[in-house]
């Protein structure tokens, strides 16, 4: 789905536009019969209008949304299979302080998997949003390691669970009945158990444990490329907007390098750099595998653009600062920890250049993996500061790791200027346009506009007013208060306040939620 970019209006008029032309017609008929003119009171003008077009959203991912359905039984709600909900419900694994687990059951989510039509039509009525971002879950769909035997995207058939393919693909049906656009994530961090085993891995180690997910390498490319070309080929008509990957390096850091109580990712095991690299290139190719299969499966035009996919990658990209200005050495640490953060993933999809040992030099180029990208994904939350530090035994490998992130001031910092940097540089660079596919806050609702969103989407508009710089949407994390991975329930997102204490997981639209929707109808502020 190529969208036809069109330049932002300097005004728009309120989004029921003919409405205010029947008002005209009315308030002209009055002053005609009561012999007097009136002359009404033009729309006020926006300061920060967006293009025609504009996606407005929420994103959710479906291990974070779908469970803790308020009347259907676990058997048909729960997803059993992947290896983040053995991660999260083991007893060994969250007795274990290490990996930082809440240790709430996931029945304590708010049950999308059974109340996504009501939930659709609270995004599009009361957050007036014309699109939403979603996950399929291969553990799901693929629940049994039988499918593995399969050689093609046609033989994935008899290996699929027809019922959760139905499920989706109703979900789709909803969700478009509602006038929402769909972007779909292929992977949002969760496998199937028959792919990794983060238990055993966890325990035994990534060297010795069986189904080692992204560590074997081959295995899982070719088995995540055929998921995702069944995907395509199962869900094209409905989706022309595809993400492949949510966050690599997020999975890199927090599984296999630096686990932390923000964030924690199975296998999580520490200082594991050799194998936090070797995963990470082996997700980069992935990625060129995944998309080649979206374009190939996906043959129909479903959203009425030019293009029947459009595939980005969703990195998390960081500002990165150093935490002393005036000390060479920490300017440095904050450009090498740029370089392994934000710029690798991207310059491997999209320009197919490779740096290995992480030393600044794109030493490899892969046609086979270059122009892998029709957008970039944007995840925005935060920056980093960086210091001169190396990672424990991993810079002598490894020289731009002399960096780690300064930690004093906490991971969680509000930086609004960091959104604008951060497409501007990702857009100038790569010639793509962008998508902001996560943003939001845990904090008070009540004051977060004002606090949050109201700055966040001033830096964005202004890197919109930049020369080559193009921005199709906004997704806000996230349209429900969701299990947020390691802090189960703790950490509240949502734009609707899910009340957990009650089986029927009632929602409440928060502040927030409604100066969202006031953004949204009129589109801008």
């Known amino acids: 789905m190529r969208r036809p970019l069109r330049a932002p209006l300097p005004a728009l008029l309120p989004a029921s536009s003919g409405w205010w032309a029947v008002m005209l017609a009315a308030l002209a008929a009055l002053s005609l019969s009561c012999g007097t003119e009136t002359t009404p009171e033009p729309p006020v003008a926006l300061d920060h209008a967006f293009p025609k077009g504009f996606l407005w959203g929420t994103a959710t991912a479906g291990f974070q949304v779908d469970m803790g359905c308020p009347t259907l039984a676990a058997a048909d ?217 979206v374009h190939t499966y996906d043959t129909v035009v479903a959203d009425g653009g030019n293009s029947p996919a ?86 002598e490998k490894y020289p731009f790791l002399d960096a780690t992130p300064d930690l004093a001031a906490g991971v969680w910092q509000d930086y609004p200027a960091g959104i604008r940097e951060m497409v501007s540089w990702a857009a100038k660079t790569y010639k793509l346009p962008v998508i902001i596919t996560e943003n939001g806050t845990f904090k008070d609702k009540a004051t977060a506009f004002e606090g949050f969103l109201k700055p966040h989407l001033t830096e964005l508009h202004k890197a919109m007013a930049e020369p080559g710089v193009t921005v199709l949407g906004y997704f806000m994390w996230s349209l429900l208060d969701n299990y947020e991975w390691n802090h189960g329930m703790a950490l509240r997102f949502g734009l609707y306040a899910v009340d957990t204490t009650k089986q029927s997981k009632p929602r409440t639209l928060t502040e927030l939620g409604r100066k969202y929707g006031e953004v949204a109808e009129k589109n801008g502020f």
């Open 77 to 293: 709600c729960d997803d059993t299979h992947s290896d983040w909900y053995q991660f999260v419900t083991d007893p060994d694994l969250v007795a274990d302080a290490s990996n930082y687990l809440k240790g709430e059951p996931v029945s304590i989510g708010p049950g999308m998997w059974e109340t996504y039509d009501a939930d659709f039509a609270r995004a599009k009525t009361e957050l007036h949003n014309n699109a939403v971002r979603l996950s399929l879950e291969w553990s799901r769909l693929f629940p049994d390691g039988a499918a593995e035997k399969a050689t093609t995207v046609e033989e994935l058939d008899a290996y699929a669970n027809t019922k959760a393919r139905d499920h989706y693909r109703a979900m789709f049906a909803s969700a478009r009945k509602h006038g929402l656009t769909l972007l779909v994530t292929l992977n949002h961090y969760t496998l199937p158990l028959w792919v990794h085993d983060g238990k055993a891995c966890n325990i035994q180690g990534v060297d010795t444990c069986k189904n080692r997910g992204w560590i074997d390498k081959d295995r899982i490319i070719r088995t995540i490329a055929l998921y995702s070309g069944w995907c395509a080929k199962n869900f094209g008509d409905q989706v022309d907007l595809w993400a492949t990957l949510n966050e690599p390096f997020a999975i890199v850091l927090s599984g296999y390098i630096l686990p932390s109580k923000d964030r924690t990712n199975p296998p999580a095991v520490y200082f594991n750099v050799d194998h936090g690299i070797q995963v990470a290139f082996t997700m980069m190719e992935a990625h060129a595998r995944m998309y080649d299969a």
């Open 310 to 395: 459009m595939v980005g990658l969703v990195p998390n990209l960081t500002v990165v600062q150093p935490n002393d200005p005036t000390d060479p050495a920490a300017v440095t640490a904050a450009a090498h920890l740029h370089h392994v953060y934000n710029q690798v993933f991207l310059e491997a999809t999209i320009n197919g250049r490779l740096d290995r040992n992480l030393d600044g030099i794109y030493e490899e180029v892969r046609d086979d993996m270059k122009g892998r990208m029709d957008y970039i994904g944007v995840n925005y939350y935060t920056r980093i500061i960086a210091q001169p530090k190396p990672f424990p035994g991993a810079a």
